[in-house]
């Protein structure tokens, strides 16, 4: 199973909500990504969690706080967001974040701000 | 960090060769040069890797330049699922993905 699944697929918001993302793989990787992409741009890097724990935070505002509670699960945490923080956010994970790993990515959640 | 370039889309006929260029002139000694694809409405996915010899597999064949300033991604045969958008990324260091702007393929019947 090369699968890695997000939920929701589409989600609306308000500035003043809190919700959260959630990603799921069963392939046994120990690094797992949190990218955010833009219409007609590459996706951005954001936070990468390896082992259970934090390594990269891509200078992103607090207002986004992930979380990941096992090696199998990565949530993305969202709270007083702006309308620019519309896009696609998407989950990937690989086998430990080498150089020659392959990522395998999640088909996204699509975020809409109101 | 190290950047690439890629020209915005290309065009090719179904059923025939295409050669996907990627310029990465600052990479460093020790980045591989990863392909990505992406289908409308999906994650991007793995195509193909390389450090510095010209690598196959069954999707596709990668060719870097000898001073690996350049890279060309070859699609032997296009078909329309091959329409998509293809990233160039240099893998500096680890964890480290830094995707380029990414070449919009299309595939005409």
């Known amino acids: 199973d090369t699968e890695v699944t997000q939920t929701p697929k589409h989600l609306v918001m308000g500035m003043t909500n809190k919700k959260s993302l959630k990603c799921e793989q069963h392939m046994g990787h120990r690094a797992m990504y949190w990218y955010k992409q833009k219409a007609k741009k590459p996706p951005e890097l954001m936070f990468v969690y390896s082992y259970e724990k934090l390594s990269i935070n891509e200078s992103v505002p607090s207002r986004f706080s992930p979380e990941c509670p096992n090696s199998s699960l990565l949530n993305l945490h969202l709270h007083a967001l702006q309308p620019e923080d519309s896009a696609l956010y998407l989950c990937a994970s690989s086998q430990e974040g080498q150089r020659t790993d392959t990522q395998y990515f999640g088909p996204g959640t699509r975020l809409t701000v109101l | 960090d190290a950047k690439t370039t890629q020209p915005n889309s290309m065009e090719s006929n179904e059923e025939e060769p295409v050669h996907l260029p990627c310029n990465h002139s600052t990479i460093s000694g020790t980045d591989y040069i990863h392909w990505y694809r992406q289908l409308p409405s999906q994650g991007p996915e793995y195509v193909i890797h390389g450090l510095t010899s010209n ?9 870097i330049a000898e001073d690996r300033k350049s890279s060309t991604l070859i699609l032997h045969r296009a078909t329309l699922r091959d329409a998509a958008v293809y990233y160039c ?4 260091g680890t964890y480290k993905y830094i995707f380029g702007t990414g070449t919009r393929l299309k595939v005409l019947a």
């Not at chain 2, 690598?55 to 990668?62: F, G, H, T």
């Open chain 2, 89 to 92: 990324i240099l893998i500096s």
């Open chain 2, 55 to 63: 690598v196959n597999n069954r999707m596709a064949s990668l060719a």
